[in-house]
């Protein structure tokens, strides 16, 4: 169970028992949840409660998927610096972290809709989809590409993988030709291995 808590006259504060959250919503941040959190009468303890949740769901998500963690933690950052220089007003923090919540939840759902697994997931992620060089190839290309590259990179694994060069090169040049053979942009295609590498690092660990 996911604990936070907040330091008042040198006491550890439960934030949840604190503010009367209900925590059996908290793991996926249901709109019930989050409509609680925005209704706290005192609104720092709500933006602090929002911003330690979205971090620990980031936490989570960095140890499955590189660039959706990324791209939250880049959200998050810059909704808070916002804040911090005075950019925007408490009530417009609270709105935007219950979107970016309410964006997380929805991302899990991602590969669902796609006909991915998790890992085919975090490896569509990994090709750059956004970069309009990109996007011209089409979901199923991509999907596919992110389907041979979890089967040749699981085949290719061993337990020290990352400390060995002579593996690590096999696998970027595997990379570099399934890209290649799916017609991936010619210009993007050293980003796409650098990332698709860091990526299967990620999830080594669960695959040896």
């Not at 209704?39 to 911003?51: D, I, V």
């Not at 972290?97 to 569509?124: P, S, V």
């Not at 041979?148 to 970027?172: F, G, Q």
Request: proline share 1%.
């Amino acid at each position: 169970m996911l604990l936070l808590y907040f330091i008042t006259a040198g006491t550890a504060v439960d934030i949840f028992a604190f503010a009367g959250l209900n925590k059996s919503n908290i793991a996926i941040l249901s709109d019930e949840f989050l409509e609680e959190v925005r209704g706290l009468p005192y609104r720092n303890l709500a933006l602090e409660t929002l911003q330690k949740l979205i971090n620990e769901q980031i936490k989570i998500i960095s140890r499955k998927n590189l660039i959706q963690s990324r791209s939250f933690r880049e959200m998050l950052e810059d909704t808070i610096k916002r804040y911090q220089n005075r950019a925007i007003e408490t009530a417009q923090v609270i709105n935007e972290l219950i979107e970016l919540a309410k964006a997380m939840r929805e991302a899990q759902k991602r590969g669902e809709d796609l006909g991915l697994t998790e890992d085919e997931t975090a490896f569509y992620d990994a090709l750059e989809v956004n970069d309009s060089a990109v996007k011209i190839l089409g979901d199923d290309i991509l999907k596919a590409i992110a389907r041979d590259l979890v089967k040749s990179i699981r085949a290719n694994l061993t337990i020290d993988w990352t400390v060995k060069e002579n593996v690590r090169a096999k696998l970027r040049v595997t990379i570099k030709r399934l890209l290649k053979k799916y017609g991936y942009p010619p210009d993007k295609q050293e980003k796409a291995t650098a990332t698709v590498l860091e990526q299967a690092e990620l999830l080594c660990k669960d695959w040896v």
